[in-house]
């Protein structure tokens, strides 16, 4: 069983811009404001683990999953009988880059944990999507002036 409730977004950050935000332990508690910090290696490889702590919550143990640079990144948490996935995925369109983050819960117990864990990060994935870009847009300006 599967349960998955994604986000999309359009922009024109670049792949990079997104990447660095990705994958910068720096950056997703500035992206995610139910987040309070998040810890993992940089850069980050398939296999490593890291630690994020959102708040009022104990801290999560996670797995990147996938990793693949400008295309698309993923973690694991495991919960009881389920796991906790969040993909990501970019892609150029003709529109502009278009940003997904989604949320997946998999497992004899998602049908459970869905509603009960997925459902309050599915509600933050559209203000967590569009921080992640307009941070970019914010990077890549920075990064263009010299600071």
């Given amino acids: 069983m599967t349960w998955r409730r994604e986000y999309t977004h359009l922009t024109t950050a670049t792949a990079d811009a997104v990447w660095k935000r990705w994958t910068t332990p720096e950056d997703w508690a500035v992206d995610d404001p139910d987040l309070r910090e998040a810890t993992f290696s940089v850069p980050p ?83 967590v999507v569009r921080l992640v870009t307009t941070n970019a847009l914010a990077d890549m300006a920075a990064d263009a ?3």
Avoid: C, W, Y
């Fill in 45 to 127: 490889r398939v296999g490593d683990s890291g630690r994020v702590v959102n708040h009022g919550t104990p801290a999560q143990r996670f797995t990147f999953t996938e990793l693949q640079p400008g295309g698309a990144m993923n973690f694991r948490i495991g919960l009881p009988g389920a796991v906790l996935s969040f993909p990501h995925r970019m892609r150029q369109t003709p529109n502009g880059l278009s940003v997904t983050h989604a949320v997946e819960v998999s497992g004899p117990l998602a049908l459970v944990f869905g509603p009960l864990v997925g459902r309050k990060i599915a509600a933050g994935l559209p203000a």
């Fill in 145 to 147: 002036r010299g600071e």
